[in-house]
Structures are given as C-alpha cells and as structure tokens.
C-alpha cells in the first residue's frame, strides 16, 4: 500500500492543476481537506467539490470539464477502470472489483484488508500525503477523525490496522492521543444526562432513552448533575466519578444479562486532538466528526472543510450552528422512523420515510434505528427515503455477527441496484444505493434473493 501510495505521490508531483471530488461524509471532508492541505503545501493549484455519490450527472461534467488531473478521494474506487479520458488517482475504501487494480488506485481492498475498519478515505488520503513529505504526518488527527466518522473502531472499540499505524503517527508527532475511556458519545460537550439518554451502543438497560431515569442513576451514585449554573460533562469528572459511573452501567448490564461481551463495549479507545480545545466540539475525534456532518450533509462543505483547515472564526460558528440543525434532525428522524414501524421480511427488515427524513441522513438514522432496543439484530435493516430528483435513497446496515455469517451488503445492495438501473456500493457492514422510484418492493426482492446466498446458516 504504500508503494502505490508513493506511486500516486508521483503522479501528483508531476501535475500543475489538479480537482479534487469527495464525499458529503465526516471521511469524505477530512480526506478532501487532507488533499487540499497537502496540494497547498506543494504549491498548487486546485478545486475541490463534494458530492452524494458518483453517478452519470457527475461523470458527464467532468468529463466535459476536462481537468488535468482528476482526485477522487473516498470515493471512486467503482469506476477505477471506466472512464480513461479522466486522468484520476483514487484514494478511498469501498468495497471494488478485485480486476479493478491499476497503479493510479490506493483501496485497502486491493491489498487484502478490509477498508470498513482498517483504513478509511482519510486515512487512504492521508498515506498519499505522507508519502509527498513526511512533514504532512501532522494531518494524521484529520485522517482520524475521518476513520471515526465512518465507525471504522466500531468492531473492536478501537481502530485497528493501518487506521493504528496513522494513530501512532498522530501521537509521535503530538497531534493525538488515544485514551481508554468509557465510549459513549458527547463526552466532551453534552450534560451528563444527556450522554446516558442517548447511549446506545451499548445499551444501558431502563436507562438509555428515559431521562429521569439518566438523572436518577447519576443521584443514586451522588455524583452532582451541575456546577454553579453549568451542566457538568464526562470530561468534568474526577477519576472517582467516572469509574462510579462505568462500574455501574457495567453492573446494570451483568445483571440484566447483557453478558460479558455487550458489557466490554462500555469501555474503548478514545482519540483526542491535542491541538484542540477540551471541552469543544473538536477536542474528540467521535464529536468532531459529527460536527462536520452536520456541515457537507446540509449541502455546506465549505463550513466543514475550512474548520478541517484550520479556521477557529467566523466557519466554525457557523458549523456550530449547523450542528443544531443537525442534533434535532437526528432526533426527529429517529422518531419518525420509530413511527413509521419497521416491516419485517425473510432475509432483510425495513422502513420506508418518504420526504419525512433527508437523503443524507437516512444512512445516520437507519443505523441508529438498528441500535433501538426492540429492532431485530438478527436481519439487515434497510431504509428508504425520497430524494430531491424524485429518485429513492436506500441504506442498509447490519451487526458484525451476520457479517461473520458471509453477509455482505455492498455485493448485495451494488447487484440489486444494477438490475433497476440504479447505483450501489459501500461496505460488507453498510451500504447504501439509489434506485428509481416505485422499484422498491422489486429491490427488495432482489436484495433479499442475494442475501439468502450469502448467509451461512
Ligand atoms: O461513505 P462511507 O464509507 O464513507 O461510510 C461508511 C459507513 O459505514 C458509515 O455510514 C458508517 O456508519 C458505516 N459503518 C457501520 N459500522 C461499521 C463500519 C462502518 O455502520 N462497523
Ligand atoms: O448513504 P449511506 O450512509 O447509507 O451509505 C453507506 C455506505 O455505502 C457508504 O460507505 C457510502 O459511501 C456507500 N454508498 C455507495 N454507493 C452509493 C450509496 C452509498 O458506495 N450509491
Ligand atoms: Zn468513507
């Protein structure tokens, strides 16, 4: 990987002009902030937009566009071997065609790892950076942030694999740290209560989701709710406190029989950004990442990828906006989803939510939806919404155990797609495609014929 690493190094090297095309996702603006950095650092010119998804409309104007040199930053990897009249390197992580190989395409898949939690768009982004100068190592908390976004220390509550190597780069050269710590979300910038309402991987059983029961549990352990007129955080704790508090959620779930290995999930590894503020929005590698979902997601990359760069003014208060926006979005779409009622089929459960949640939060919400306590874990679970053009917006996620069984959503989701003329693509774990309205009973159809292939019983 690193040898084709430098071999894009290279290629970059010899370009004057060069347009960089990402993704709306937390990864796709660290890595596109990753490429822009490292082009400026060489001096030169570039462009950069962020887009949904890699479909006609956005092949046709860049085929009219004519660039230079195109950087598909994670994203891309589907159309590697298409399109040779744009002159592309391609740094990303889904899932592709192992005939896809070509000296201009960096993919963890292309070197038998897995690109859902061994390396991220960022981080494929990241080891092309590195390998122009060694002094752009300082971009690993980015390539990081990126990582998280995508869940990639979901599996195993901490990174692993190359995503490591990039840590130990960020720790060596004084950008991270990597803490073990409870893995809860908000640790930073959400009151107590609020962290345990809205935990959910895992669960704590009659407590997540009730928040008098949240203020309940913390009186019970006497750990103050507030201090003077502020709300205290997890990182306001003293040591005592928060081994209080996890012993607790550790013991709740023993004695509901959770068992062991739900109850480990409590604890993971955090990633801290040395040069940030603690108690900001960016000091975390989980809330940073939201915090620029709330951005691209909106259709405001710009706000997310100039926070990315460095800007601490006037787009950093506006991405603070953004993510209230974003926070009541999420909560509303979860309970729209919660009402829609989830319909259960042979191989696969879904919900439809019309215009009721946006297309690029459907994916957020469907995975939320999959951690609720009463939503079967023993099958994939698919949502669908309206897009602006009418089309609809399919995501699907899935646990790991039905991973371990052979599942894998992208093969299925990406053949599924294809039949209705429509795009998929993605990760064995998550995928997501878009497909013509009114094909969504025959999509289904077709995603649960694939499935019942893959899945060893
Ligand atoms: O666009 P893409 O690669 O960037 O996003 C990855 C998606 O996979 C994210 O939406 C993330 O939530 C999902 N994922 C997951 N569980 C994992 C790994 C990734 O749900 N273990
Ligand atoms: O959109 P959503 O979050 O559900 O996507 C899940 C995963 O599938 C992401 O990694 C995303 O990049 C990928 N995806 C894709 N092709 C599509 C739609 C989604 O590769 N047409
Ligand atoms: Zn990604």
Redesign the pocket.
């Known amino acids: 990987m690193l040898q084709r690493a430098s071999e894009l190094a290279d290629i970059i090297k010899k370009s004057t002009k060069i347009h960089i095309v990402t ?1 709306i ?1 937390a990864d796709g603006i660290t890595a596109g902030a990753i490429a822009s950095e490292t082009l400026r650092r060489l001096g030169k010119e570039f462009t950069i937009e962020c887009i949904k ?1 890699l479909d006609e409309v956005i092949i046709n104007k860049l085929l009219t566009e004519q660039h230079e040199l195109v950087w598909f930053t994670d ?1 891309g990897s ?1 159309i590697s071997t298409q399109y040779p009249e744009i002159r592309k390197i391609i740094t990303d992580h ?1 899932e592709c065609p192992a005939d896809s190989d070509a000296s201009f395409h960096l993919n963890p898949h292309l070197f038998g790892r897995d690109g859902s939690y061994e390396l991220s768009g960022a981080g494929a982004t990241y080891l092309v950076s590195i390998a122009i100068s060694q002094k752009n190592k300082d971009l690993a908390g980015l390539a990081i942030v990126g990582a998280i976004g ?1 869940l990639q220390d979901r599996r195993f509550c901490e990174l692993r694999g190359m995503n490591a190597e990039i840590v130990k780069d960020g720790v060596d050269v004084g950008v991270l740290q990597a803490v073990k710590d409870i893995r809860y979300f908000g640790k930073e910038t959400r009151p107590l209560a609020k962290l345990l309402q809205y935990a959910s991987d895992p669960l704590i059983p009659g407590v997540s989701g009730r928040e008098d029961a949240c203020v309940a549990f913390l009186q019970e352990l006497k750990i103050p709710l507030k201090e003077g007129d502020s709300w205290r955080t997890w990182v306001d704790l003293c040591k005592e406190e928060k081994r209080k508090i996890i012993s607790g959620i550790i013991q709740m779930l023993l004695s509901k029989g959770f068992g062991y290995q739900a109850a480990a999930r409590v604890l993971g590894e955090s990633y801290l950004l040395n040069k940030e503020e603690e108690g900001t929005e960016l000091h975390e590698a989980k809330e940073y990442a939201t915090l620029l979902n709330s951005t691209a997601r909106y259709g405001e990359y710009e706000v997310g990828l100039q926070v990315c760069l460095g800007d601490r003014g006037k787009w950093l208060k506006e991405a603070l906006n953004l993510l209230s926006g974003h926070r009541h979005n999420l909560v509303e779409g979860l309970q729209f989803a919660k009402e829609e009622k989830i319909q259960k089929r042979t191989y696969l459960q879904f919900f439809h939510a019309g215009d009721g949640i946006r297309d690029t939060i ?3 919400v ?1 995975n939320m939806m999959l951690n609720t306590e009463d939503v079967d874990k023993e099958l994939p679970l698919i949502g669908f919404a309206l897009t602006e053009n009418g089309d609809v ?1 399919v ?2 996620r899935a646990a790991q155990s039905l991973v371990d069984r052979g599942l894998d959503l ?1 093969v299925a989701l990406t053949r599924a ?1 294809k039949e209705l003329n429509g ?5 064995n774990i ?5 497909i013509p309205k009114g094909k969504e009973e025959e999509f289904l159809q077709l995603v649960e014929r694939e499935i019942k292939l893959q899945i060893i019983p």
Do not use: E, M
């Open positions: 993704h996702d998804q994203l589907g889904h995508d459907i994916g957020i469907t917006k995501s699907a992208a797609a795009i998929g693509g993605g990760h998550a995928a997501g495609a878009t």
